[in-house]
Structure formats: structure tokens, C-alpha cells
């Protein structure tokens, strides 16, 4: 296989993952945890969309339960954000030298 070949096969392969990660995150995952007294949702891309906090078995009001559920997914999705923020650096720092074609930080 020549050089052209290959820098076709791995476009190729770079545009199979992305379609395969832009998949994952249209398909939705739940979770429950002590006989269902939270719920938590989210994407197969690794995305949490949703907290249900069932605020009655820890004497929270509906409003307070609310205000705990948004907390919670804030600090969730601050710390997903920043994980990322740390794997494209890493691995950024590995793949962005090695001069591929199409891919200067992350795959």
C-alpha cells in the first residue's frame, strides 16, 4: 500500500469514527441507584442530560429537590467538561506531532 492509499484509508477511518461518535450521542442511557431514588440520564457519547432526585425520602420540598437536581448536573457536566479539557491536551500533545493528515490534536 502507497503513501496516497494510506492517507486515504485513514480519512476514510476518521470519517467512520465521527459519524460513529455523532451516533452514540443520539442514543440515550438511564441508571438508577437505591431502589430508584435517583435517576440519572444521559447520552452514550458520555453526555449526563438528566438528574431525578427523589427529594421526599431526604425531606427536600419539590423546589429544593429541583434546585438539588440542577446542582448536582451542573457540577457533573463542569467536571465531564474539564476531563475533556485534560484528554485533548494529553493526547493532543501526543498525536498533533506526528504530522497526520487530518488530525492535529485528537483522532
Do not use: F
Not at 494510506?6 to 467512520?16: E, P, S, V
Not at 440515550?28 to 457519547?45: D, F, L, P, R
Request: hydrophobic fraction near 40%.
Amino acid at each position: 500500500m502507497n503513501m496516497q492509499q494510506m492517507m486515504k484509508q485513514a480519512q476514510r477511518m476518521q470519517r467512520q469514527l465521527a459519524e460513529a461518535q455523532d451516533q452514540l450521542a443520539d442514543v440515550e442511557v438511564s441508571a438508577t441507584a437505591n431502589g430508584g431514588m435517583v435517576k440519572v440520564t444521559g447520552t452514550a457519547a458520555g453526555d449526563i442530560t438528566g438528574i431525578q432526585i427523589d427529594g421526599s425520602s431526604l425531606g427536600l420540598d419539590e423546589e429544593d429537590s429541583e434546585m438539588l437536581q440542577d446542582t448536582v448536573l451542573a457540577a457533573i457536566n463542569e467536571t465531564l467538561a474539564r476531563a475533556q479539557e485534560v484528554t485533548n491536551q494529553r493526547l493532543g500533545a501526543l498525536t498533533g506531532g506526528m504530522g497526520v493528515p487530518g488530525m492535529p490534536g485528537m483522532l
